[in-house]
T-cell receptor, first 115, second 116 residues
Framework: DAGVIQSPRHEVTEMGQEVTLRCKPISGHNSLFWYRQTMMRGLELLIYFNNNVPIDDSGMPEDRFSAKMPNASFSTLKIQPSEPRDSAVYFC?????????????FGNGTRLTVT | AQKITQTQPGMFVQEKEAVTLDCTYDTSDPSYGLFWYKQPSSGEMIFLIYQGSYDQQNATEGRYSLNFQKARKSANLVISASQLGDSAMYFCAMREGLNTGNQFYFGTGTSLTVIP
């Protein structure tokens, strides 16, 4: 079975540029999560979707960040404009919303560097 | 209040010894699940083990076991016969069953180093 697929694996961009991170969840999973991981802040939940609907985006740092899930098999996280402090590893993860013992499956992450 | 607390930023263990990684949680939901993940230096997040709030027995998966003490709200991960490949970050997480939001809460992690 294919796991959660994220692209690109690495992204280096200049400050002010738009960055789009992509995610394909595991087929059949109806919950999708975007996390950001840094040394300083650890693992932070940015936003999550149930059945393609955004449920909680309170973790999105500011209006420069936006996320969409147009269908059950695809999601994007966009940063526009990007800033050096956005440099981090961004993880996408998916799960079944029920039962409660369904684990979260993570993609391999996108390492973003903003110079 | 933090939902998940991991108080050990770093731990060391001798190869072939057992080690316990601590995790306490906070919830008023009677139905919840607890998860442990491993993140090696390569960066991927690997699901290790699950414990449900109604499970009568402690969960086990190979060399991993969970010391679940419900009254104390603790779910410590025990790794037996440590191997060099166990060196990694370990994260404890919780999902509340009745919470329709379906969110997973993660701790700050414990860095485990296995010494040869």
């Amino acid at each position: 079975d294919a796991g959660v697929i994220q692209s690109p694996r690495h992204e280096v961009t200049e400050m002010g540029q738009e960055v789009t991170l992509r995610c394909k969840p595991i087929s059949g999973h109806n919950s999708l999560f975007w996390y950001r991981q840094t040394m300083m802040r650890g693992l932070e939940l940015l936003i999550y979707f149930n059945n393609n609907v955004p449920i909680d985006d309170s973790g999105m740092p500011e209006d420069r960040f936006s996320a969409k899930m147009p269908n059950a098999s695809f999601s994007t996280l966009k940063i526009q404009p990007s800033e050096p402090r956005d440099s981090a590893v961004y993880f996408c993860a998916s799960s079944f919303s029920r039962p409660r013992n369904s684990p979260l499956h993570f993609g391999n992450g996108t390492r973003l560097t903003v110079t | 209040a933090q939902k998940i607390t991991q108080t050990q930023p770093g731990m060391f263990v001798q190869e072939k010894e057992a080690v316990t990684l601590d995790c306490t949680y906070d919830t008023s939901d009677p139905s919840y699940g607890l998860f442990w993940y491993k993140q090696p230096s390569s960066g991927e997040m690997i699901f290790l083990i699950y414990q449900g709030s109604y499970d009568q027995q402690n969960a086990t998966e190979g060399r991993y076991s969970l010391n679940f003490q419900k009254a104390r709200k603790s779910a410590n991960l025990v790794i037996s016969a440590s191997q060099l490949g166990d060196s990694a970050m370990y994260f404890c997480a919780m999902r509340e069953g009745l919470n329709t939001g379906n969110q997973f809460y993660f701790g700050t992690g414990t860095s485990l180093t296995v010494i040869p």
